[in-house]
């Protein structure tokens, strides 16, 4: 006679065969799927700013050709919604099929994929010196050195130049600078660097709005504002941590900065 399989033992085998198959999602193209109208109501970016943003973002994004792989636009859609909504990220990737792990990367990848570097200049009083007076002496009327620098989102300095006299303009600093001529001749698309309104606005250099006339360009100042803040609390940490660079230092500029 037969020995007969209990039942519960192959309800548990057809579980496990069916745990580890690997389960496709439907991964739609919302530019697919809406018209341009609900991709502004949803996403808050045309079809046409959808793609550009794309563009730009695309060789920061992990995509490969597999019919399963979520698509480069999916992925940027992903990250618009959650910056349209301010909602959990499951329920941004319930909307578009995807788990919220996915959901949480697109939106990381897209955030962090094009800024390069924050930069800025900040002041180190120096003494009154006996030649060129005039030219040290910076738009709060103490004399000083006008230092630019460049910093990582991990407040570390990855370029600092010290050699301009304080009336020197922090925007003409960058234009002659060497790595702003490296810069304006090596930039890739979707490539940039943030910097405050004293700088003249680049397809690589991002600064904000001066007088923000939407709600969308409010946003974007916002944004560059709390990403921007970083090369701020670095040059706090490191005049902290070197206390020379509180007060004025008492030194000839040629020794203060060396060329």
Known sequence: MAQMIPLFLAEEETSSLMACQRVFRDLNDPLDCYDDMELVRRFRFSRVSISKITELVANYLNF???????????????????????????????GINVSQASASRYIRDVSLGCVLGLVDGTHIRIQRPSENEADYINRDFYHSINVQAICQPDGMFSDVLACFPGSVHDSRIWTISGVGMHVENTFSIGEHILGDSGYMMRPYLLTPYRQPISTPQSNYNYAHKRTRVIVEQTFGRWKRRFHCLHGALRMSPDKVCPS
């Open 64 to 94: 490969t050709e597999r019919s399963y792989a979520a698509s480069p636009h999916l992925q940027v859609c992903v990250a618009l919604r959650f910056f349209a909504s301010g909602t959990f990220q499951i329920i941004c990737g319930d």
